[in-house]
């Protein structure tokens, strides 16, 4: 059973802080690691993606993989209140032929002005 | 470049009536996906066409639940009959590339079911 594990939340930071939101997964052969923001009522949206150890920056947003421990991290820098939403950690196994997305549930961050 | 697009956005049905959502994804995507979203929990896969083929419906209730992808365009997910527990966001992604590990999946604005 591939498992994608999340803390739900919600996490709250103030606006300006760091928002360091966490996953661990259960595959070994997990390959590639995805970060999406789901807004309330909305689709998700890929904001990072990650497939080797180490860090990924992109403007505001760090992924961090760690493929030993099994985790991977997204850090929000400077957060702001257009940041509150869920953000899911998918990640892709080898599946039947083919490479498929496992989401875990989301964390819920909310940032207070 | 026009994103996936799904109908209806909304639908509210009683229980035992069958239901069937439409998708068309990217210009160009090779690959399909259906999943179903449950309030509170992640996206789950329910199946996942490469062209008009099925690379995995391992998690579709096949009992009740049905695709097609047509001409590998576009695609339709069936309900028949609903059940309570079938009230979620049904949400459609496709991506370009299935042979690629890393490929990026876009997910349209998905269609919302409320089974009463």
């Not at chain 1, 990650?50 to 957060?79: P, W």
Request: net charge neutral; aromatic share 10%; with cysteine.
């Amino acid at each position: 059973q591939k498992e994608v594990e999340q803390n739900s939340g919600p996490l709250s930071v103030p606006e300006g802080a760091i928002a360091s939101l966490n996953c661990t997964y259960s595959d070994r052969v997990s390959q590639s690691f995805f970060w999406y923001r789901q807004y309330s009522g909305k689709s998700p949206e890929l904001i990072m993606s990650i497939y080797s150890n180490g860090d990924k920056e992109d403007g505001r947003f760090t992924a961090q993989l760690n493929k030993a421990s099994q985790y991977v991290s997204l850090l929000i820098r400077d957060s702001q209140p257009s940041d509150s939403a869920t953000y899911l950690c998918a990640v892709v196994v080898p599946g039947a032929g083919s490479y498929q997305l496992t989401f875990g549930k989301g964390t819920k961050l909310s940032v207070i002005p | 470049e026009a994103g996936v697009a799904q109908s209806p956005r909304y639908k509210i049905i009683e229980k035992r009536q069958s239901v069937a959502f439409w998708c068309n994804p990217i210009s160009g995507h090779a690959t399909l996906y259906w999943y179903q979203q449950i309030l509170g929990q992640g996206p789950k896969l329910l199946i996942q066409f490469q062209n008009n083929g099925v690379v995995d419906d391992s998690q579709l209730p096949k009992d009740r639940f049905s695709a097609e992808r047509l001409k590998g365009v576009d695609s339709t997910l069936k309900i028949q009959p609903a059940k309570l527990e079938d009230s979620a966001v049904y949400l459609c992604a496709s991506s370009l590339d299935p042979g690629v590990v890393a490929d990026t999946q876009y997910f349209g604005p998905g269609t919302r079911l409320t089974v009463l």
